[in-house]
């Protein structure tokens, strides 16, 4: 039962963990393992620098992409959504020579249509944010402008960025510098009034004089130094008309204009001296000679910096390269292998996560249930799969049912609109709307208005997000007029469909659906008439899918909430009805539980008058009696663990002295510390027996708590002291000997104030193997520690005095300190010891002695160690004379003095041949 718990458990912290990271990297799992490229879908803009690195600004402006000159990707940009819906789109985009990405970011209503705002936004070279250059708000009060703002054209220019705000009446330059460190706003630079009447499409250049822009009627205009502008195009007597409307206006590297002209389908070159002349550098037949199809309906260009022009449509990228050569069409990126590998990953884990769901549905069935279970956790575990199973099918019919019912409603209501299209537009006025000239103009405002009139006037959700256009037919071709979209210009050609056919050539209301760079649309369109009854127009109302599938997911969390809500209250109502058909059973097991863990105050209270309340009377007389036993045995318990400490039972893996038996012992590596009283045995003397027990009783009352509060073990009792465990760090057992020792002065001090002589202590402290077990015999156990390191610590607190030491420990001790500098102590050298064959290495901690005595034996310390070492190497003419000077500060210090004594006989005798360096003690 544990283990199946367990390994439930670890399914699910395991599956939590896989969702966590598949929810991170939702994007890759949407592309298949086995896939080693991505098609391009949606392209509207492409970008090259100095390496030949491709960015491109994808998938309905919602992603831009990073590739190498190989082709392989490199990194993806992907839009963000915004806090109430919005949506994010990049427009434009310029790259600087350190590799940094500078992007207009444009925010969007819910539905894709409105702006409200745009930023001028970097990315760092490996394509993560870096900041915010620019900001441009747009308020209701200001001119509504439709998915395109007014910024235009960021570029990048010896250092700089530079970027135009259309101003509506003028045209402003802004620039900034590219320093990582620069985060000053943008300074304008030029200003341009703009023409009576005219409106900025795009522009570009950074220079006065080298500036030029395009209308939303049509012309090119070039912009000098004055402030004054110059008609480039088109100019009188030029073979071209006003529907060759110039888009994707760009300057290359020699200042000659390149512009795509839709009418002609054509990519046009123009040299403003020589404004005459227009090359055609891309058309169909030059396209078709390279074996490359171009459709010229969302085409857009720019000039990379080798001067070859860019060509980018929905699906597909081409070059053409200086020598009039266009390139093969790119029109996917490939995977890097780290990134294909990364895919590969990312579908491991979610065939793991659906393996591991498939092994939690096993636990949770077929071993969980099958055990000892609560009836309700039972009943809980099967009928709540079976309860959100029905529900989930029934929610998915009643869903299924709405959304087709809301999709004949859309489309009946987009029917209803278009039809309208013929009271909002007037057909003899269409007609006589003829070029670009009379965009803004008195028709084309009247019928904005009216249509705004129409549509933005509710504020219901279920009424905003339309997408409305006008578009004229004339000579067998359909024109854009009018709609919401400030990227399409007037009288830009609308390919030709089956739907758009039937309305403009039997005058029928058509429907249908279609998906671009702004997201998938369902519209319906309608003849507009002129007052003899001819088609001139089509009127069209559109929605985005977003916004329909916006209305559907109300619904559908409508009907998830009800049902959740049905959900809980059947189980509510079941778990009621359980536990009130349980109620006394529950009751009876839940103080029995209760008594089981030693509760033994615990009273069964069930008052149904029934067989399970006589129960109950019946445990609670059985609880009273094990209780009253239980009192006595845990009183028994409390008085047996003041001799056997409850540490020791635990180093034993025993869980009470009821478990312990003769041989029980383990092998531990601790801390052993000795302490004793010195001249106890003179002080007895003078004492009675009562005043022996009373004087030790309250000593040890006094030191003994030192040890349990650096977490050792008072292991036994020596009359005049005792032996102490240390099972953790060494600083412990070494912090309790010095704060013991710090103690024994205000001991003392309290001793002085009623006339007792003052008493003195040795502590040894040995770090080492020791094995802890149970001595003894059958009839009489006793806990004990056998263990070299025990005679050892003996030893080291005998040497205490002789060598004018409070605390002694070994280099074991030293060597195990995790923060020695915390602690004050000398280096004493290797001292023989009678009886022990090896010499120890043995240090004093002065730590706690009186201030005196520590800051004159941490004064001398250097000077000590330094004639110890002289010492040990047989130099005992310098040594002498180092404990010699040692001495003169430190006259009390008894181990200069020794080793003072030892150093002259040597230096006067010799040693034997016998002697190591040590110096000897008894």
Same mark, same amino acid.
């Given at each position: 039962?544990k283990k199946?718990?367990a390994?439930?458990?670890l399914v699910?912290?395991?599956l939590?963990?896989?969702?966590t ?5 939702r994007?890759?799992i949407?592309?298949?393992?086995w896939?080693?490229?991505?098609p #391009?879908d ?6 090259s620098d ?7 600004i994808d ?7 990073k590739?190498?000159?190989?082709g392989?990707?490199q990194?993806?940009i992907?839009?963000?959504v915004?806090?109430?819906g919005?949506?994010y789109?990049f427009n434009? &985009?310029?790259?600087d020579?350190?590799g ?17 705002? %745009?930023?001028?936004?970097?990315y760092?070279p490996?394509?993560?944010f870096d900041?915010s250059?620019?900001?441009?708000? +747009?308020?209701?009060s200001q001119?509504?402008r439709y998915?395109?703002g007014?910024?235009?054209n960021v570029q990048?220019?010896e250092?700089?960025?530079?970027? #135009?705000?259309?101003?509506v ?7 900034t510098?590219?320093?990582n460190g620069t985060t000053a706003?943008p $300074?304008?630079v030029?200003s ?8 900025v499409?795009?522009?570009?250049g950074?220079?006065?004089g080298?500036i030029?822009?395009?209308t939303r009627s049509?012309e090119?205009y070039?912009?000098?130094s004055?402030?004054r502008s110059?008609?480039?195009y088109?100019?009188?007597?030029i073979?071209?008309?006003?529907r060759?409307?110039p888009e994707?206006?760009?300057?290359d ?6 512009f ?5 389908? &054509? ?5 403003p =001296?020589q404004?005459?002349v227009l090359e055609?550098l891309?058309d169909?037949e030059?396209?078709k ?7 010229f309906?969302t085409t857009?260009s720019?000039?990379g910096p080798d001067?070859?022009?860019i060509?980018?449509e929905s699906a597909?990228?081409?070059r053409?390269l200086?020598?009039g050569t266009?390139?093969?069409?790119i029109t996917?990126?490939e995977f890097s292998?780290s990134t ?5 990953f990312i579908?491991?884990i979610a065939v ?9 549905i096993?636990l949770i069935? #077929? ?8 009836l309700?956790?039972?009943q809980?575990?099967i009928?709540i ?6 529900m ?10 709405f959304?087709?019912k809301m999709? !004949?409603?859309?489309?009946? !209501?987009l029917?209803l609109?278009?039809k309208?299209? *013929?009271n909002?537009?007037?057909g003899d ?9 009379d965009y803004?103009?008195?028709i084309y405002?009247s ?5 705004q009139s129409? #549509? %933005?006037?509710n504020?219901r959700?279920?009424n905003?997000g339309?997408?409305k256009?006008? +578009? =004229?037919?004339e000579?067998g071709?359909?024109?854009r007029i009018? !709609?919401?979209?400030?990227? @399409?210009h007037?009288f830009n ?10 309305v403009v050539?039997?005058g029928?209301?058509a429907?249908?659906?279609?998906q ?5 649309w369902r519209?319906?369109?309608a003849p ?6 001819k088609i001139?127009g089509v009127?069209e109302?559109s929605?985005?899918l977003d916004g ?5 997911q ?6 998830i909430r009800?049902i959740a ?5 059947l189980l509510?109502v ?5 536990y009130?058909?349980l109620?006394?059973?529950? =009751?009876l097991?839940n103080s029995?539980g209760e008594?089981a863990?030693?509760?033994?105050d615990?009273?069964v209270k069930?008052n149904?008058?029934d067989?399970?309340s006589d129960?109950?009377?019946?445990v609670?007389? &059985? ?8 009192t006595?045995?845990e ?12 540490q020791f039972?635990?180093f034993l893996?025993k869980e009470s002295?009821?478990?312990v038996?003769l041989?029980? *012992?383990v !092998?531990q590596?601790m801390?052993?510390?000795?302490f004793?009283?010195?001249g106890f045995? $003179?002080?007895?003397k ?5 005043e022996?027990?009373?004087f030790?009783n ?7 708590p030192?040890?349990? =509060?650096h977490?050792?073990l &008072?292991?036994? +009792?020596?009359?005049?002291?005792f @032996? ?6 060494t600083d ?7 704060e @013991?020792r ?13 006339? +007792?002589?003052?008493?003195?202590f040795g502590?040894?402290?040995h770090?080492?193997?020791?094995r802890l077990g149970?001595?003894?015999?059958e009839?009489r156990l006793?806990?004990n520690?056998?263990s070299d390191?025990?005679?050892?610590a ?8 002789p060598?004018?030491?409070?605390i002694?420990i070994?280099d074991?001790?030293?060597q195990?300190?995790?923060?020695p500098?915390?602690?004050?102590y000398?280096?004493?050298g290797l001292?023989q010891?009678?009886g022990i064959?090896e010499?120890l290495h ?5 730590q706690?002695?009186p ?16 004639a110890?070492t ?6 005992f003419?310098d040594?002498r004379?180092?404990f010699l @000077?040692?001495?003169?500060q430190?006259?009390q210090?008894?181990?200069a003095q020794?080793?003072f004594y030892?150093c002259?006989?040597y230096?006067q005798q010799?040693?034997?041949g016998e ?8």
């Open positions: 039962m199946s718990i390994a439930l458990l699910l912290l395991l939590g963990a896989a969702g990271y598949l929810g991170a990297n994007d890759s949407e592309l298949w393992p896939n080693k490229s991505m #391009f949606g392209l509207s803009k492409a970008i100095s390496q030949n690195n491709l960015f491109v998938n309905a402006k919602k992603t831009i992409h590739l190498d000159s190989q392989i990707l990194f993806s992907t839009s963000e915004g806090k109430n919005e949506v789109r434009d &985009m310029a790259v020579d350190q940094y990405l500078y992007t207009i970011r444009t925010l969007l209503d819910p539905y894709g249509i409105a702006v409200k705002s %745009e930023q001028i936004v970097r760092k490996d394509g993560e900041r250059l620019f900001t441009q708000e +747009y308020s209701d001119t509504k998915r395109l007014s910024l235009r990048v220019h250092g700089m960025v530079y970027f #135009f705000n259309d101003e009446k003028k045209l402003a330059l802004y620039q510098p590219t320093g706003d $300074q304008l030029y341009i009034k703009l023409p009576d009447n005219k409106y499409s795009e522009a570009d950074y220079k006065p080298d030029y822009y395009s049509g090119i070039r912009a000098y004055d402030g110059e008609l480039v088109p100019l009188p007597g073979d071209r008309t006003r060759n409307f994707s206006l760009h300057l590297n020699q200042g000659r204009l390149i795509i002209d839709f009418n002609s389908r &054509m990519i046009t070159r123009l040299d =001296k404004p005459y055609g891309v169909d030059k396209a000679a390279n074996h490359v199809e171009l459709a309906d857009t720019s000039i001067d070859s022009l060509i980018v597909q990228i081409n053409r200086p020598d266009i390139t093969p069409s996917e990126a292998q294909h590998n990364h895919e590969v579908w491991a793991v996560a659906i393996l591991l769901v498939l092994y939690a096993k069935f #077929f071993n969980l249930l099958q055990r000892r279970l609560p309700m956790v039972k809980i575990f009928l799969p079976v309860i959100a199973f029905s989930i099918l029934l929610s998915t019919v009643i869903y299924n049912s959304s087709q999709e !004949e409603e859309t489309f009946s !209501e029917i609109l278009a309208n299209g *013929q909002l537009v007037d006025k269409l007609e006589s709307l003829t070029s670009p000239l803004k103009g008195t405002q019928f904005r208005k009216k249509i129409v #549509f %933005e006037n504020a959700d279920d905003q339309f997408y256009a006008v +578009y =004229k037919y000579n071709v359909i024109y009018l !709609e919401d979209d400030d990227g @399409m007037m050609p609308f390919q030709q469909t089956p739907e758009n056919q039937q050539l039997e029928k209301t429907t249908g659906q279609w671009d760079f702004s997201g998938e519209y319906a369109i507009i008439l002129n007052s003899s009854g001139v009127f109302t929605k985005n329909i599938l916006k209305h559907r109300t619904v559908l969390n409508s009907i009800n809500f049905i959900s809980v209250g509510l079941l778990v009621l009805m359980t009130v058909l109620s006394s059973i529950r =009751k097991r029995v008594i863990k030693g509760n033994w615990a009273v069930i149904t008058r067989e399970v129960l109950g009377d019946s609670n007389t &059985m609880a009273a009696r094990i209780r009253d036993y239980i006595k045995v009183n028994f318990s409390q008085s047996y663990y003041r001799f056997v400490p409850q039972l635990r893996n002295i009821l478990d038996e041989g029980d *012992q !092998e590596h801390s052993i510390l000795i004793n009283i010195r045995f $003179q002080l007895s003078r004492l009675s027996p009562e022996n027990f009373n030790v309250s000593f040890l009352k006094r030191f003994g030192y040890i349990r =509060k977490e050792g &008072m292991n036994k +009792y020596l009359g005049a002291g @032996m102490a465990l240390f099972p953790n760090q412990d057992a070494l912090l309790a000997c010095v @013991m710090k103690e024994l002065d205000i001991y003392n001090e309290h001793r002085s104030k009623v006339g +007792y002589p003052p008493i003195d502590i040894g402290l770090k080492g193997p020791l149970i001595i003894g015999e009839k006793e806990g520690v056998i390191g025990v005679n050892l003996t030893m080291l607190e005998k040497m205490t005095e060598l004018g030491a409070s002694l070994t074991s001790v030293v195990t300190l995790e923060k500098s915390d602690f004050q000398r280096n004493l001292i010891v009678e064959r010499p043995l240090f004093d901690v002065y706690g002695d201030d005196t005595i520590r800051t004159l034996k941490e004064k001398t310390k250097t000077l000590f160690e330094q110890v002289y010492y040990q190497v047989g130099r003419y040594a004379e180092a @000077m040692v001495i003169k430190n006259r210090d008894k181990a020794l080793y030892m002259d006989e230096f010799g040693t034997t002697w190591n360096g040590t110096l000897s003690v008894s």
